[in-house]
T-cell receptor
C-alpha cells in the first residue's frame, strides 16, 4: 500500500470551477507539502505545513489554498480554476527527526483545466 | 533566492554506458543537494544526496560529486540499465531550520538496450 496517497489520480475540470485535491499519509510524518510540476519547470512548492495548526505559503501560492485537517491529511483547493493551473500536482511528506529532509512523494494528480 | 539550472534536458545512452547530469546553483549558502528519480506515472523518489562538507558520495552504480567553488554538482550513473530510464531532478537548499528545496528542471534519461 502507498504511504502517501493522492486522490484523484486524474481530474478534468472547467475554468471557474472549484476543485479539491486530497492527500493522506500513513508515514506518521508531521511535515506535508504540495508541489506543482510543469514540463521544463521542475517542481515548485505551493504550500507546506509543519503540523495541524501550521500553514505556510510556498513559491507559487496565488490561486491556491490548503487545509490540514489532521496530521495525516492535507488538501489543496483551487477556488476558481484557470487553464494555466493545468499541471501535475504532488503531495509529499518529510520527517526531519530522521536527520534530513528526505521527501516522500505521492503518485501525483494530473489536473486539466479547460 | 536560490536558482538551480540542470543540463541536459534529455539524455540518450546505450545500455552499459555511463550517464552524467549536471546542475549549477546560485546561492553559496546552499548546503544540501539531493537527487530524485521519477519513473513514469510515479512520484519522485530520493536516490542519493550530498551535503556541502563532502565532495563525493557513491551508492553502487550512482555517485554524486560537488564542487562548492564552482557551485555545481553532478550525478554519475555507471553501467546504465534500461530500468535507469526516468526523469532525474537535482535540488538545492540551505539550512535555515527548514530545508526548502529548489528543484532543477529535470533530465529525461533514456537507456536503450
Amino acid at each position: 500500500d502507498a504511504d502517501v496517497t493522492q486522490t484523484p489520480r486524474n481530474r478534468i475540470t472547467k475554468t471557474g470551477k472549484r476543485i479539491m485535491l486530497e492527500c493522506s499519509q500513513t508515514k506518521g510524518h508531521d511535515r506535508m507539502y504540495w508541489y506543482r510540476q510543469d514540463p521544463g519547470l521542475g517542481l515548485r512548492l505551493i504550500y507546506y505545513s509543519f503540523d495541524v495548526k501550521d500553514i505556510n505559503k510556498g513559491e507559487i501560492s496565488d490561486g491556491y489554498s490548503v487545509s490540514r485537517q489532521a496530521q495525516a491529511k492535507f488538501s489543496l483547493s483551487l477556488e476558481s480554476a484557470i487553464p494555466n493551473q493545468t499541471a501535475l500536482y504532488f503531495c509529499a511528506t518529510s520527517d526531519p527527526g530522521q536527520g534530513d529532509e528526505k521527501l516522500f512523494f505521492g503518485s501525483g494528480t494530473q489536473l486539466s483545466v479547460l | 533566492g536560490e536558482n538551480v539550472e540542470q543540463h541536459p534536458s534529455t539524455l540518450s545512452v546505450q545500455e552499459g554506458d555511463s550517464a552524467v547530469i549536471k546542475c549549477t546553483y546560485s546561492d553559496s549558502a546552499s548546503n544540501y543537494f539531493p537527487w530524485y528519480k521519477q519513473e513514469l506515472g510515479k512520484g519522485p523518489q530520493l536516490i542519493i544526496d550530498i551535503r556541502s562538507n563532502v565532495g563525493e558520495k557513491k551508492d553502487q552504480r550512482i555517485a554524486v560529486t560537488l564542487n562548492k567553488t564552482a557551485k555545481h554538482f553532478s550525478l554519475h550513473i555507471t553501467e546504465t540499465q534500461p530500468e535507469d530510464s526516468a526523469v532525474y531532478f537535482c535540488a538545492a537548499s540551505k539550512n535555515t531550520g527548514f530545508q526548502k528545496l529548489v528543484f532543477g528542471t529535470g533530465t529525461r534519461l533514456l537507456v536503450s538496450p
